[in-house]
């Protein structure tokens, strides 16, 4: 079945400690997404990536990092940087990531709680 | 800049009355609107979506949505309401790039949890 895969489902991290999400899909998307979710906040958008080798900052993208050396894979690094960093964090994934005359629809992964002791 | 409010954080409803979760949005141009569902501890699930056309847009789990441009809403809709549709609603609506080309970047509102009583 296609679909996103994140890991690890919880993990836990020390103050200082960089910690790594891993966002792998087989649906052939062309754009990954990471998004950080906050109890009432909604999902606000970190970095996203269009293509292989690029990706672009979203509207909160201190703190944190990410690569795209290969299609399937969009992983995100929490810095130390980052000064609160406990949330849910939410990959997601689309055809492309200009639909044209359409809109093409988001799937996301099951998501990566993070807590930081 | 393109948004979407949620006004309600909860809605109680009781099984089998119909359900609305209500969400409006402020866009330029022409409005790409979404609702998404979330389970607890899982990713968002896509329920539907207005691009263009009829108004009244039909989507997974017998959900529904209304597009009024005159009250900038899309109100997500539902005949008769499930103990299972408990959950978290999320609306959300397409960015737009700063030349007003459309991205598939998605504004969400802060949601709306669902709680359906037996």
């Known amino acids: 079945d296609g679909g996103i895969t994140q890991s690890p489902k919880y993990l836990f991290r020390k103050e200082g400690q960089n910690v790594t999400l891993s966002c792998e899909q087989n649906?052939?998307?062309?754009?990954m997404y990471w998004y950080r979710q906050d109890p009432g906040q909604g999902l606000r958008l970190i970095y996203y990536?269009?293509?292989?080798?690029?990706?672009q900052k979203g509207d909160i993208a201190e703190g944190y990092s990410v690569s795209r050396e290969k299609k399937e894979s969009f992983p995100l690094t929490v810095t130390s940087a980052q000064k609160n960093p406990t949330a849910f964090y939410l990959c997601a994934s689309s055809i492309g990531f200009t639909g044209g005359s359409g809109a093409n629809v988001l799937t996301f992964g099951a998501g990566s709680r993070l807590t930081v002791l | 800049a393109q948004s979407v409010a949620q006004p309600e954080d909860q809605v109680n409803v009781a099984e089998g009355n119909p359900l609305t979760v209500k969400c409006t949005y402020s866009v330029s141009g022409n409005p790409y609107l979404f609702w998404y569902v979330q389970y607890p501890n899982r990713g968002l699930q896509f329920l539907l979506k207005?691009?263009?056309?009829?108004?009244l847009v039909k989507g997974s789990y017998g959900f529904e949505a209304e597009f009024n441009k005159s009250q900038t809403s899309f109100h997500l809709k539902k005949p008769s309401a499930l103990v299972s549709d408990s959950a978290l609603y999320f609306c959300a609506v397409r960015d737009r790039r700063d030349y007003g080309g459309a991205t598939n970047k998605l504004i969400f509102g802060t949601g709306t949890l669902l709680a359906v009583q037996p």
């Open positions: 207005y691009i263009t056309g009829d108004n």
């Open positions: 649906l052939n998307h062309d754009a």
């Open positions: 990536s269009q293509i292989v080798n690029d990706f």
